[in-house]
C-alpha cells in the first residue's frame, strides 16, 4: 500500500490484476521508487498474473527459498496449480506455514491459503483463514467463498464491510458485482461473466 499521503505506486497494477488484464500487469511492473514491501507486493502480483497465464513452472523456477513469505506463498501456490501430484506436497507445505507463529498470520499466505483450499472444496477451512480480513483481497475472497457455499447473506455482510472500507475500491465494486449475478444464478459459471476475472479467475477457472 502507499505511504501515509504519498502516491499509491501500485495502483495501476493491481488494478491490471483485479480485472484480469495478466500480461498488461507484467508489461507495466517496472515502477520505479519502490519501497522494499512495495516491491515484495509488485512481485506477488507479477507472479500471480503468470499463475493466471498457466506458466506455474516460471514462478516455481524463479522463486528461491530465500525470498519473502508472500512470495513463497505464491510459489506454493504455483506447486498446487502445476499438476495433481504436487497438489499434496503444497497442502503439507502450506499446513506447516500457516502453523508458524512467526508467519502463520502473512495476509497473502492467508489469501493463498484461501485459494487452494476453496480449489478443494473445503471451505471452512478457507474461511478459517480469510475471515478475519485485513486487506481488500481477504475480504473480496470471503465474498467469493461465502456465494460458493450459496451463503449470499454471510456475502452481503461482507461486501458491507468492504463499502465501508472503500465504497469506490475496484474489488468492492467487482464483489458487488458477484453478489448481485449471483442472484441470478451466474456466479457458478464464471466463464460468462468476462467483466471481473481476476481473482475470480484464481479460484474458479485453473
Do not use: C
Request: hydrophobic letters at 40%.
Amino acid at each position: 500500500m502507499a505511504a501515509a499521503g504519498g502516491p499509491d505506486l501500485l495502483f495501476g497494477l493491481r488494478n491490471n490484476f483485479y480485472l484480469g488484464a495478466y500480461q498488461a500487469a507484467i508489461n507495466n511492473s517496472e515502477i520505479p521508487n519502490l519501497s522494499h514491501d512495495e516491491i515484495v507486493e509488485r512481485d506477488s502480483l507479477v507472479y500471480r498474473s503468470y499463475i493466471a497465464l498457466g506458466s506455474y513452472q516460471l514462478v516455481i523456477n524463479e522463486i528461491d527459498s530465500s525470498a519473502a513469505t508472500p512470495l513463497q506463498a505464491v510459489k506454493l501456490l504455483a506447486l498446487y496449480l502445476s499438476g495433481p501430484e504436487n497438489k499434496e506436497a503444497a497442502i503439507s507445505s502450506l499446513n506447516e506455514w500457516l502453523g508458524d507463529p512467526a508467519i502463520g498470520n502473512n495476509p497473502i499466505l492467508r489469501l493463498i491459503a484461501g485459494i487452494i483450499f476453496t480449489h478443494e472444496q473445503d471451505y471452512n477451512e478457507a474461511l478459517k483463514h480469510t475471515n478475519a480480513g485485513g486487506t481488500m483481497e481477504l475480504h473480496a475472497l470471503n465474498v467469493q467463498i461465502f456465494l460458493k457455499m450459496h451463503r449470499s447473506d454471510y456475502a452481503e455482510k461482507q461486501l458491507r464491510v468492504m463499502q465501508g472500507i472503500d465504497e469506490d475500491h475496484t474489488l468492492t465494486q467487482l464483489a458487488n458485482a458477484w453478489l448481485n449475478l449471483s442472484v441470478l444464478g451466474w456466479f457458478e459459471n464464471p466463464g460468462s461473466i468476462s467483466y471481473f476475472p481476476g481473482l475470480l479467475r484464481e479460484v474458479s477457472s485453473y
